[in-house]
């Protein structure tokens, strides 16, 4: 999957939310278990996706799973700058 980012953080989530929604749509339609598995490897567990739906019922879950892919994979950037920094 390629995927293509503009400069300007508000802009990239907006253009990397678009690209994966219709990767998520088409996996969750015609391929469910590398769906899973894709979750699996970002550590996006089926707990904290049935604890987000609870929490905001009005999105479906097409549109819930790309925003918590980034939002996981974005606390997996800052953790590891936060640690790197303590490092030094």
Same mark, same amino acid.
Do not use: H
């Given at each position: +999957? $390629? /995927?293509?980012?503009?400069?300007?953080?508000?802009?990239?989530?907006?253009?990397?939310?678009?690209?994966?929604?219709?990767? /998520?749509?088409?996996? +969750?339609?015609?391929?469910?278990?590398?769906?899973? =598995?894709?979750?699996?490897?970002?550590?996006? =567990?089926?707990?904290? /996706?049935?604890?987000?739906?609870?929490?905001?019922?009005?999105i479906?879950?097409?549109?819930l /799973?790309?925003?918590?892919?980034?939002?996981?994979?974005?606390? $997996?950037?800052?953790?590891?700058?936060?640690? =790197?920094?303590?490092? $030094?």
């Open positions: +999957m $390629k /995927i293509e980012l503009t400069e300007g953080l508000e802009w990239n989530y907006d253009a990397l939310f678009c690209q994966l929604l219709p990767v /998520i749509d088409r996996l +969750m339609q015609n391929d469910y278990p590398r769906l899973l =598995s894709l979750l699996y490897q970002i550590d996006l =567990s089926p707990a904290a /996706i049935n604890i987000a739906k609870t929490e905001q019922p009005d479906s879950e097409n549109e /799973i790309p925003s918590l892919i980034i939002y996981r994979e974005f606390k $997996k950037v800052v953790f590891r700058m936060y640690y =790197s920094s303590i490092k $030094k």
